[in-house]
């Protein structure tokens, strides 16, 4: 199986790019995020408390997204593989997806960090905001909480992954296309 970590800040385009790498690769898009407004707008009592939550910017406890993810896996033992996007964001995520991955007998093949700087990510988030009508994508000030707790939470993820080899950086601003192109570039080599 490929199974790659798309990482990346919020805004960074990891949901336009996994679309895209869903369709070439043929693999299963893990985004804990769609997984987590999916419980949002069914109305469920985990969903009512992960939309708390991400509307103050803070994130969901490790052992409801592994739970998620482990369903997924279970689902879906056939498939060419998955692309976790929003998940691991800490080291503790990481490791326990690492151990849950071994239970499947899988790993992940490699991380995929999308680079933006923050005057652009602040401005693609108003705008999915407008788009969306995503609560947590359309006040500036819960965008820039939102970044400053991906930065101080997951560097030592990049870090995490760097250790194994894993790490894989990509410039993550230009057109769709040509970011996809740099992506596929780094896929091809972990195959």
Do not use: C, W
């Not at 592994?66 to 990481?94: E, H, S």
């Not at 991955?101 to 693609?124: C, F, P, T, W, Y």
């Not at 108003?126 to 909480?145: Q, T, V």
């Amino acid at each position: 199986m490929l199974n790659l970590v798309l990482f990346g800040p919020p805004g960074a385009g990891k949901g336009t790019q996994s679309q895209k790498l869903i369709e070439k690769y043929q693999l299963i898009h893990l985004s804990t995020g769609d997984l987590l407004r999916s419980e949002i707008s069914n109305g469920t009592t985990l969903g009512l408390e992960a939309k708390k939550l991400m509307d103050e910017g803070k994130l969901v406890p490790d052992e409801v997204v592994i739970g998620m993810i482990n369903n997924q896996l279970a689902k879906n033992p056939d498939v060419n593989g998955f692309i976790f996007d929003g998940f691991p964001r800490t080291v503790a995520q990481a490791e326990a997806l690492d151990a849950l991955l071994q239970k499947h007998n899988e790993q992940i093949a490699g991380m995929i960090s999308l680079e933006v700087n923050e005057d652009e990510l602040e401005k693609r988030l108003l705008l999915r905001g407008k788009d969306s009508g995503r609560a947590d994508d359309a006040n500036p000030e819960i965008i820039r909480k939102r970044i400053a707790e991906y930065q101080s939470k997951t560097t030592p993820v990049a870090n995490f992954y760097k250790q194994q080899g894993k790490l894989n950086t990509v410039y993550g601003i230009g057109t769709i296309d040509d970011i996809f192109n740099k992506i596929s570039e780094v896929i091809e080599k972990l195959k």
